[in-house]
């Protein structure tokens, strides 16, 4: 089955304390991103990736890295997590040929709380 | 900035009737996508209209694109209380951007 995964899907922690989202696909796709969805705000793109080791920043980078060692894993790392921070988290993927982006396939999202 | 811009914010209809949602945008596109969004799970995809395309239909959902207006409806058909949900259009430039979405209430 062609999905993206996230995990984990829930996690609560601390301000400081080092955390990784891992998101996976199995479609052999090109582009990767992450969102963060707050309320009132919609999705605002992260980081993406166009290819293996080809990431640039979204429109909301800080405070966050990505790496893209494998076609497969986009992992979202906070360094340093703060409470404004907490929030709703998607990683999606999609074949991306031409210049033009196709259908995004999402993951499940992973919600984060920081205290 | 958000280019995808979705009108109105809330709907709140009846089973059977017709929902439509507007998306306007800033600049040329490639092309426009619609997502839904059942509440706190991924957003799934609907449906893309390429920037020299009109229409495009989906069982009951029907999108226009007018690039002249710069906008997009996305009209769904007699509505059932399971598309109750949040509906964004995305928008390609050279980046994709979604809108903040227009969250649909369809009352059994």
């Known amino acids: 089955e062609a999905q993206v995964t996230q995990n984990p899907r829930y996690l609560i922690t601390v301000t400081g304390k080092k955390l990784t989202v891992t998101c996976s696909q199995n479609?052999?796709?090109?582009?990767m991103s992450w969102y963060r969805q707050d309320p009132g705000l919609g999705l605002r793109q992260i980081y993406y990736?166009?290819?293996?080791?080809?990431?640039d920043k979204g429109d909301v980078p800080e405070g966050y890295k990505v790496s893209r060692k494998e076609k497969r894993n986009f992992p979202l790392i906070l360094e340093s997590p703060s409470p404004n921070q907490t929030s709703l988290y998607f990683c999606a993927s999609s074949a991306y040929r031409g210049l033009v982006y196709n259908e995004q396939f999402f993951g499940p999202g992973t919600r984060l709380t920081v205290l | 900035s958000q280019q995808g811009e979705e009108d109105p914010q809330a709907l709140s209809i009846q089973e059977g009737e017709n929902a439509t949602m507007n998306c306007s945008y800033k600049?040329?596109?490639?092309?426009l996508q619609w997502y839904r969004q059942n509440s706190g799970r991924g957003l799934v995809h609907l449906i893309l209209?390429?920037?020299?395309?009109r229409e495009k239909h989906s069982g009951r959902l029907r999108v226009t694109l007018d690039t002249s207006k710069k906008s997009s409806s996305l009209l769904i058909t007699a509505s059932r209380a399971a598309d109750t949900a949040s509906y964004f259009c995305a928008t390609d430039t050279d980046k994709l951007i979604f809108g903040t979405g227009t969250r649909l209430q369809v009352f059994p």
């Open positions: 479609m052999n796709h090109e582009y």
């Open positions: 600049t040329s596109i490639n092309n």
């Open positions: 990736s166009m290819n293996v080791e080809v990431t």
């Open positions: 209209i390429r920037s020299n395309e």
